[in-house]
């Protein structure tokens, strides 16, 4: 007997015996009898061995919104939207108030228009790519009862908002966690918008060029007026240098400055408030483009370490007294070259220059308490699992010239970058060694190599891939690998 002479009660049974997207991938399209009949059966979901390639085609939203309305699915507890168009965004929107279980929203689109969300939403958990802090208040004001947000990136616009907004009742009064991936707003902005969220308990923000939020005491006191249930505040703040700073300070005398200014703000963030009623400890990283200012451990996924990278921390300033603080910048190891010079007192190690620069003329009480600023070197009490959030890193090989004081223990794509020393662009057996000290290639998924023009021998890539099981790609340029076809063991 033909397969399709069967009779319904026998296909059903046999088609109980399916997953479902095994079933729809097998028998869907066949003929109109098999297409009404496996809709006609509780459908058994197991996504566990699914083949994501099969299902990955293209327009797959206009497919499935050509058969269903999301107001179909009236039990719906969690929604994923992700890079739609126009036209499919303002459907969807329509459809969310009549999704009346929906719990936990996820829109990673850049043109979705929030601000044209008139209806209230009974959202929980809500996660989004791109929003204008004039959208977020309009959001919060819809959604009542939200208990977590992360955004990928606010944006005040440039636009400066007025205080009156401050006096207006806090409509998100049930948010307890907001996460902000890149934080494009000025301190006061955020400073009046907070005032919606009262009830806040964790705070995570990155910003990756916004000299504005460097200001310590600022934080203090935002977070004792406007936030006084807040518990955790991580944060990454960071400034990249460009070329209005030198135009301002001059590139020499302009460099100095920099270097101390985010210095003398870093301690501020040592002060017993973050320390100890906060327990909020940070570190500070510098180069020659850059300063970064983070909460340990470091928040962010992804990490550039070049051999001028610096990392600092403090030990702890004692504030019994905060007219009294004074600074101390000074460097754990000195060189015989260091010259020491002191003014208003500021205490300062300069072997580059020999100037003083007075920072910020502010004035200090002759009651002086040293507190030393200290360089982390590579010492073994340091490689605690401060990068333990670091997937994603770009590694110089100049770095690994001897041991390092950074260890990431959590790795999943990593990229090579070759020396800028002629000669020395070689992926040796050497870097492997120390290479092992700074990561633990046990999750690496994703090499990079593709910049390295050489490799000693094939020990170096030998030993990768006994260290990183997981390892399923490789990029590479073919003339630096193809000379190591030849041995047998690879």
Same mark, same amino acid.
């Given at each position: @007997? ?41 459908? +058994?979901?197991?996504?566990? #061995?699914?083949?994501?390639? *099969? ?32 036209? +499919? ?18 829109? &990673? ?8 969300? !008139? ?17 977020? #208040? ?16 606010? $944006? ?31 301190? @006061? ?20 060029? !916004? ?17 006084? +249930? ?53 570190? #500070? ?31 702890? &300033?004692?504030?019994? !007294? ?59 009490? !340091?490689?605690?699992?401060?990068? *333990? $959030? ?101």
């Amino acid at each position: @007997m033909k397969f399709e002479l069967l009779p319904n009660e026998i296909l059903l049974d046999y088609f109980g015996y399916f997953n479902a997207l095994d079933l729809f991938y097998a028998y869907d399209g066949l003929n109109y009898r098999l297409n009404k009949l496996i809709r006609t059966l509780p459908l +058994h979901l197991n996504f566990q #061995y699914a083949n994501k390639s *099969k299902f990955d085609t293209d327009f797959q939203i206009e497919a499935f919104l050509s058969f269903f309305s999301l107001n179909q699915f009236t039990n719906l507890r969690s929604l994923s939207i992700t890079e739609i168009n126009s036209t +499919h965004n303002t459907k969807i929107k329509l459809m969310l108030p009549s999704i009346s279980k929906l719990q936990t929203l996820s829109i &990673i689109s850049s043109d979705f228009p929030f601000n044209t969300i !008139n209806e209230i939403l009974f959202i929980k958990i809500l996660t989004i790519s791109y929003c204008f802090l004039n959208e977020l #208040y309009q959001l919060l004001q819809h959604m009542p009862i939200l208990k977590y947000l992360n955004i990928q990136c606010l $944006n005040d616009d440039g636009y400066l908002y007025g205080t009156n907004r401050s006096n207006n009742t806090p409509c998100a009064i049930h948010l307890k966690e907001m996460i902000i991936g890149d934080l494009q707003s000025t301190f @006061m902005n955020f400073k009046i918008f907070v005032k919606q969220i009262p009830n806040l308990q964790i705070l995570t923000i990155s910003t990756r060029k !916004n000299r504005d939020m460097f200001d310590a005491n600022l934080w203090e006191h935002l977070i004792r007026i406007s936030l006084p +249930h807040s518990i955790t505040f991580n944060f990454n703040f960071g400034y990249i240098y460009d070329c209005i700073d030198d135009c301002i300070y001059g590139c020499i005398y302009g460099c100095i400055y920099k270097r101390y200014l985010y210095k003398y703000m870093f301690d501020e963030f040592q002060t017993n408030f973050w320390q100890e009623q906060y327990n909020c400890f940070t570190e #500070y990283i510098n180069d020659k483009q850059s300063i970064f200012i983070y909460t340990i451990p470091y928040i962010s996924n992804t990490f550039e370490l070049t051999p001028n990278t610096t990392r600092y921390y403090n030990t702890r &300033i004692n504030k019994t !007294n905060e007219s009294d603080d004074q600074i101390v910048i000074k460097k754990r190891k000195q060189s015989s070259n260091d010259q020491q010079v002191n003014e208003k007192g500021y205490q300062y190690i300069n072997n580059e220059y020999k100037q003083m620069i007075s920072l910020l003329g502010i004035q200090i009480k002759t009651d002086i308490k040293l507190r030393k600023r200290k360089r982390i070197e590579s010492d073994n009490c !340091n490689k605690i699992d401060i990068f *333990k $959030n670091v997937t994603d890193l770009t590694l110089h090989l100049d770095i690994l010239t001897k041991e390092c004081s950074y260890y990431f223990s959590n790795i999943i794509s990593l990229t090579l970058v070759p020396s800028t020393i002629l000669g020395q662009r070689m992926l040796t057996n050497q870097h492997i060694r120390i290479l092992k000290t700074v990561i633990n290639l046990f999750n690496l998924k994703h090499l990079n190599i593709g910049r390295i023009y050489g490799i000693e021998d094939s020990l170096v890539l030998l030993e990768i891939f006994k260290q990183s099981p997981k390892l399923s790609s490789i990029q590479f340029i073919p003339k630096a690998i193809i000379q190591l076809f030849n041995n047998g063991e690879l």
